[in-house]
């Protein structure tokens, strides 16, 4: 999403938010490119903006290794406004700390159980590629709604729980340990680790399928959005078929 200024917020947004009058700070892209104001963060809202909102709003502590920004409502209740949301504003930064970051994608799974995917059938370009890398599978139980953007999402300041500040689902429910291996295809992908995090996490129930999934996962989204990065993903693929 392009980065937003408080100018460009309408201003019956603000008010519903209870924000008018208030100075805003243009933030990065683990708030969608919102406006800070105060300890809220209002960003355009996606379409899932309102499901995220919801699980978020029940969420609280996600576990002992884990928190969540809780959705901020309008006045009347709602949680998306003119194509706009609010969140509440947490500090913290994304950084690249792979093995906390696939701990906590572990227990985001615990805390998903149960929980729905969105009910609309999504058609947009990553919802489409996401469906292609699962179109052989069959669903179990104990399957969750993974986060699609969890590293991208996730904020840790010190020695603090790290804070999720979105959730960005699955089209479907996909394997426990699926959202992990995006982590750590991630990871890879962006040199932040190196194969024997494979190792650290290799009780994880078929982390290495998982793993190559996630990576035809990336390099479809990356298709989608005009970047060539296959010899990144060439480079990811040899570390996961490799024992």
């Known amino acids: ?26 933030l990065g892209p683990e708030w969608d490119n919102g406006v800070r104001f105060g300890r809220v963060v209002v960003s355009e809202a996606s379409d899932t903006a309102a499901w995220s909102g919801k699980a978020r709003d029940h969420a609280g502590e996600f576990g002992a290794g884990i928190a969540v920004s809780r959705p901020v409502r309008a006045t009347d209740g709602r949680l998306v406004v003119g194509g706009f949301k609010a969140s509440e504003f947490v500090e913290g930064q ?29 058609g947009d370009a990553f919802a ?48 426990r340990g699926f959202t992990a291996a995006l982590v750590i295809v991630d990871g890879l992908l962006a040199e932040a680790c190196d194969a024997a995090v494979l190792d650290r996490w290799a009780h994880v129930p078929e982390l290495r399928g998982l793993a190559r999934r996630a990576l035809e996962y990336r390099a479809a989204c990356a298709r989608a959005a005009g970047s060539d990065i296959r010899s990144i993903v060439e480079r990811v693929d040899e570390v996961l078929v490799s024992e």
Do not use: N
């Open 1 to 26: 999403m392009a980065e937003q200024t408080a100018q460009q917020i309408p201003g019956h947004v603000l008010s519903a938010f209870q924000l008018d009058g208030r100075a805003g700070i243009p």
């Open 94 to 122: 994304v950084r690249a700390r792979i093995d906390e970051a696939v701990s906590a994608a572990l227990r985001y799974d615990e805390a998903m159980a149960g929980v729905e995917p969105p009910a609309a059938d999504r």
């Open 128 to 175: 489409t590629a996401e469906r292609a890398v699962w179109r052989d599978y069959t669903p179990q139980p104990d399957d969750v709604v993974a986060h699609m953007d969890f590293v991208s999402c996730l904020l840790f300041s010190g020695d603090m729980v790290p804070t999720l500040t979105d959730l960005v689902p699955s089209s479907g429910k996909r394997p």
